[in-house]
């Protein structure tokens, strides 16, 4: 209820009080699910009363939030000057670029800046960060990205959006990346480029699939999805889209997704572009229980932290058993992917 309303500011009626008990397991909820701003926007704007000192904790995170997304934004904002500087193609994909069709943008909890140029401007891309920023850039073992640091912002450049493991689909996605013409946002008082909406709808479901099947996604991910696909539903080619999705082999999982942000963020049906059906419900509810129990990029119900062997190997059970849940859905993926780890890490 609180999220629909900060998503979509309907005013729906809540709750005029909430007591200590209701509201420390909803914020600690929120945390997980990184949607503490949404969640903070919904109970300030409609005044419900809550014990006071969680009232100076609201406004106190609020605010830390919003100075958070500022940064970022000028983050987004310095990187862009940057490349227009140096005559490169790129765009700025997800985060800050999904934050400006919030409600609130600043609210919207930032974690970098991702930006993505093709192979002929990626090495450039990362020199003119290091010669006119003096920033190392650290190219990580890395089927996707390199990563760096400026002005306490964190970017991650991808010299690839998606990964297949298949050689037609992996050709095909990149074939459309190459030919979108693009569009703009503005982000802190300049014009930034980005995907398409069509495009940016399907990249932004593909990296949600990609860390869902993986370790988790947060409800963060899950209302950046819904988020675009209602502000921009007018400029989004659902025929283009839904053609996208059946060549990558990737409708049966979109559904499933899909119907959580119809049944429990509220997004109406006819913006989603394919009917609910029970089949889709039901592998809904299963991703629903991956995503409150892992939490935001699955931080949450790890044994083992985030480095080293013993991470490693956990990683991969989780991975695995996320797999064996969807195969049903994606089992081309599912299968390549595996044969993909068997070859480049045991083999």
Known sequence: MLLRDALWQKNDPLPSELSEGEIAPLLS???????????????????????????????????????????????????????????????????????????????????????????????????????????NTETEDSEYHAHFDYKGVTFEGHFALALFFNKRKDSYWQQILDNDTGTVVNIDGVDVRTLSPTLHVLFIYLHLFHHLVGLGVGFRQLCDWAVMLHYVNSLINQEKLQMHLKVLGMVNFYRACGSILVDYLGLPEKEFGYSISSKDRKYGRIILDIVFYRGNFGQYNKRNGFSGWKHKVEASFIKISHFLKFVPLVPDYCFRWIWHEFKTKVI
């Open 29 to 135: 909820l929120a945390e997980k699910q990184a949607v503490f701003g949404l969640i903070s926007d919904s109970l300030i704007r409609h005044n419900v009363k809550l014990p006071q000192m969680r009232v100076f904790e609201l406004v106190g995170l609020q605010e830390c939030i919003k100075q958070n997304s500022k940064q970022i934004n000028k983050g987004a904002r310095d990187l862009h000057l940057l490349f227009d500087r140096n005559h490169l193609k790129y765009v700025i994909v997800k985060g800050q670029v999904v934050a400006s069709y919030y409600p609130n943008p600043l609210l919207r909890q930032s974690g970098d800046v991702d930006y993505y140029c093709d192979s002929q401007y990626f090495d450039n891309s990362l020199k003119a960060v290091r010669d006119s920023w003096g920033v």
